[in-house]
Nanobody
């Protein structure tokens, strides 16, 4: 069964770039019709969808984060990554990677997720 695991630094300085990698096993990130997303949850707040990279490499981002967010992939390693630039303490959160079911998402207009990583806490602090 597909498994996802986040990795990267747990502490980032303000104004720097937050970088995380999601390693996928048990399934290919190029398999139709799935996409691969990043979601975060700040302390005491709800989940926030950040963006996604689809099986064909196309990307989509939350409007509120689009200017600072970049999602990329390395198909040879079966990994996809998140880069969030110009971070502030408000970017402190648990960051999750997750798989998206493209067909359900398209029909309902709501992001449908069927597999998650365990999450990793990233703290932005000087």
């Amino acid at each position: 069964q597909v498994q996802l695991q986040e990795s990267g630094p747990g502490l980032v300085k303000p104004s720097q770039t937050l970088s995380l990698t999601c390693t996928v096993s048990g399934g290919s990130i190029t398999t139709s019709y799935y996409a691969w997303s990043w979601i975060r949850q700040p302390p005491g707040k709800g989940l926030e969808w950040m963006g996604v990279i689809a099986y064909d490499g196309s990307t989509y981002y939350s409007p509120s984060l689009k200017s600072r967010t970049s999602i990329s992939r390395d198909t040879s390693k079966n990994q996809f990554s998140l880069q969030l630039s110009s971070v502030t303490p408000e970017d402190t959160a648990v960051y999750y990677c997750a798989r998206v079911i493209v067909v359900v998402t398209t029909i309902t207009g709501t992001v449908a997720l069927d597999a998650w990583g365990q999450g990793t806490l990233v703290t932005v602090s000087s």
